[in-house]
């Protein structure tokens, strides 16, 4: 059993060496290269693509009032369009009614003339008897009454049809208007989503631009000792239990040691808590968001004292190592992270000398 450890043990001293050995001689050809000083251009570079972001962002906000503003027109005019298209039907109705009166009152004058012309017959015997009587000038009256009573009622009708059909065709072209105006907003809309869409992707491009560059940083800086990760995350345990890989795919490092439940977890640098929760396998966790895309997650512990969106100074506690989630006993799951992917912490200036 003690055997065991001390091959182990011996195998780490020789992997951390190398890997070490490694990280060191990468960056020190990695410095030849990259002055000091352009650390100065890149991150002026990096504001320039931020201002040229904030533009994007800003005509993307503008488009977006216009086409709220369009589509609200939108709305208004299919909303009108609906209405006359059923004040049209009602339309329609009444002028189909006034049809039928129309063709009534024809008929019933047609019937009165009829009747008149009839009485006015001498050959007709009725007449005759009534005519002896006196009566058919004053039937005749009647019905002449009777007929100008329905001619008016005709006339009226024909006029009440005529500003119908002057109506519909109002409430038709009214409608092939809005359609072509209706037509021609959908076609801005698009016009401008199609706009908007292209400043979406310029903005996307920018962002990818800036990840890119505050890599390059993120590398100068570690590299030349600005980056500033001073403490150990964990500054009372100084075992590794589990490295990087470690035949699981294992994405992170596991410290631990004697009276590790319990003991402090602290920011390595500078930096703002992005989250914190609960997870079946990780337990307990936080994630620091440490700037230039890295970022530091701390899993299985016990407490949490900070909350997300704070900010954290290097060396502030940030809970306790506990053994919560997928864990087998007390220890810090320690992952760094470079844009949102964990990777070797051996890599890490901090460590050096450290471990
Ligand atoms: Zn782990």
């Known amino acids: ?32 290269v990259i002055a000091a ?19 994007a962002n800003e005509v993307i906000a503008n488009r977006e009032e216009v086409i709220r503003g369009l589509r609200e027109e939108l709305q208004n005019l299919e909303a009108t369009m609906q209405r006359n298209g059923a004040d049209c039907e009602d339309v329609n109705e009444n002028i189909e009614r006034n049809r039928q009166k129309q063709i009534d009152f024809a008929k019933k004058c047609g019937c009165c003339m009829k009747d008149i012309e009839l009485l006015r017959c001498a050959e007709n015997p009725l007449t005759f ?14 019905l002449s009454q009777k007929l100008s009573e329905l001619t008016k009622s005709l006339e009226q009708v024909n006029a009440e049809l005529k500003s119908l059909e002057i109506l519909k065709s109002e409430l038709e072209s009214g409608n092939a208007t809005f359609g072509s105006h209706l037509d021609e907003l959908n076609r801005q809309i698009s016009a401008d989503e199609a706009e908007c869409n292209e400043w979406r992707q310029k903005s996307l491009d920018i962002t990818q631009q800036m990840r890119q560059l505050e890599y390059e940083i993120g590398k100068v800086r570690r590299a030349s000792g600005v980056y500033g990760y001073t403490h150990s995350p964990t500054p009372r345990l100084h075992t590794l239990t589990s490295l990087w890989g470690d035949g699981r795919g294992h994405k992170g490092w596991d410290i631990s040691g004697p009276g590790a439940f319990g003991s402090p977890v602290v920011a390595m640098a500078d930096g703002t808590v992005i989250r914190t929760g609960r997870d079946r396998g990780y337990g307990n966790f936080i994630e620091i ?67």
């Open 1 to 32: 059993m003690h055997k065991s450890i001390k091959i182990l043990s011996i195998i780490l001293s020789l992997f951390i060496f190398t890997t070490l050995a490694l990280d060191i001689d990468s960056e020190h050809t990695f410095n030849s």
């Open 289 to 355: 968001d440490h700037g230039y895309g890295f970022a530091a997650f701390c899993a299985h512990l016990n407490t949490i004292n900070v909350h997300p969106g704070q900010r954290v100074s290097a060396g502030q506690q940030l809970g306790k190592v506990g053994n919560t989630g997928n864990s087998t006993g007390p220890h810090l799951h320690l992952e760094c992270r470079l844009n949102g992917r964990a990777y070797d912490p051996a890599k890490e200036p901090w460590l050096r000398g450290r471990v």
């Open 37 to 55: 000083d352009s650390l100065d251009a890149l991150e002026e570079q990096l504001r320039q693509l931020e201002g040229e972001r904030n533009n």
């Open 129 to 142: 008897v009534l005519q002896e009587q006196g009566a058919t000038s004053r039937l005749i009256a009647g």
